[in-house]
């Protein structure tokens, strides 16, 4: 298991590495020898560059097994506001469960903010966000 760190709250969310790998494989910044990635905080709604953690701590307040049992995981490609960039911003994207496949455009473009995510060539995701493609990466079992 492998904890993201919201870089805007600070609030985490646990992930199998398998997961996180898929996200990290489609686009991940490295600095300082940690693995950054584009997180969308399911706490917050801000869309940052967050760090991965490679030892997750013990967990105090909140059973994450519980936590993440109402979270859907996404992999959601946001369109780059850069013009003619070949290059998408990549999401790592834990979504309520009660939000349908159907909603989440809408849940996207109400309730997303950019802070700090960013293409492979450093661009920020175009206003109003726009889905490119979106995959849910866990969620279907149950
Ligand atoms: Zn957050
Ligand atoms: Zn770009």
């Known amino acids: 298991m492998r904890e993201v760190h919201c870089g805007s709250c600070g609030s985490t969310t646990r992930h199998q590495l398998s997961i996180l790998e898929k996200i990290i494989q489609l686009q991940a910044a490295s600095v300082q ?7 969308a905080c399911p706490q917050c709604n801000m869309l940052t560059r967050s760090r991965v953690v490679r030892r997750a701590k013990a967990f105090r307040e909140i059973d994450p097994t519980k936590f993440l049992d109402n979270l859907r995981i996404y992999a959601v490609s946001l369109q780059c506001a850069k013009k003619g960039c070949k290059s998408r911003v990549e999401l790592l994207a834990p979504v309520m469960r009660e939000i349908t496949e159907g909603e989440l455009l809408l849940h996207v473009q109400m309730n997303w903010c950019n802070r700090s995510a960013l293409c492979a060539e450093n661009h920020p995701p175009s206003y109003p966000l726009q889905i490119r493609d979106r995959v849910m990466l866990t969620g279907t079992e149950k």
Do not use: F, P, S
């Not at 020898?33 to 997180?39: D, K, L, M, R």
């Open 33 to 39: 020898g940690e693995t950054y990635i584009n997180y």
